[in-house]
């Protein structure tokens, strides 16, 4: 049963954000630096720096993730692993 949860609470966390990632900010797909490498080279892509991909990547980011952790912990597994270089 709690397998059942955990995989319920986890599909439904990544089709929020794939729904909002596909339909609000399109550019928000992707971790983002071969557009900041393309940007500093010169090349002009519209919508990668604008306030509705920072709200989708960071915002709803940050919120998914708490939410992920939250399930990953009262179901008592480990959760997700971070490595911050």
């Known amino acids: 049963m709690a397998f059942l949860v ?4 986890n599909l439904t966390l ?3 954000a794939s729904i909002i990632t596909a339909f609000i900010a399109p550019a928000a797909a992707g971790s983002g630096i071969p ?5 500093l080279n010169g090349v002009d892509a519209p919508g990668i720096f604008s306030l509705r991909t920072l709200i989708v ?4 980011g940050m ?3 708490f939410f992920f952790l939250l399930f990953s912990i ?3 597994s480990l959760g997700s692993i971070t490595c911050i270089d």
């Open 74 to 76: 009262v179901l008592n």
């Open 63 to 65: 919120f998914l993730f």
């Open 14 to 16: 990544t089709l929020f």
């Open 35 to 39: 557009e900041v490498k393309a940007y």
């Open 6 to 9: 955990f995989s319920v609470s």
């Open 57 to 60: 990547k960071v915002g709803f």
